[in-house]
């Protein structure tokens, strides 16, 4: 089954946001944002756009799945 991978953790650092802070932005709680985080959640097309638009790139800049 493929796993998920995220750069999530990499593009909050690089804009000092914490997870808290990009969870608001978005309207999801910060648990998920750490789900998100560790690949134990699989985002809503509508979220991974949500995530992908406040760091200005694509959703598979941020996501991706791997064998």
Request: aromatic content about 6%; hydrophobic content about 40%; proline content about 3%.
């Amino acid at each position: 089954m493929p796993e998920l991978k995220t750069r999530l953790k990499e593009l909050r650092a690089s804009k000092n946001m914490k997870q808290g802070d990009l969870a608001d932005i978005v309207g999801v709680r910060r648990e998920t944002i750490i789900r998100l985080e560790k690949g134990q959640y699989n985002p809503s097309l509508k979220l991974a756009m949500d995530i992908a638009k406040v760091f200005g790139v694509t959703v598979e800049d941020v996501f991706s799945f791997e064998d």
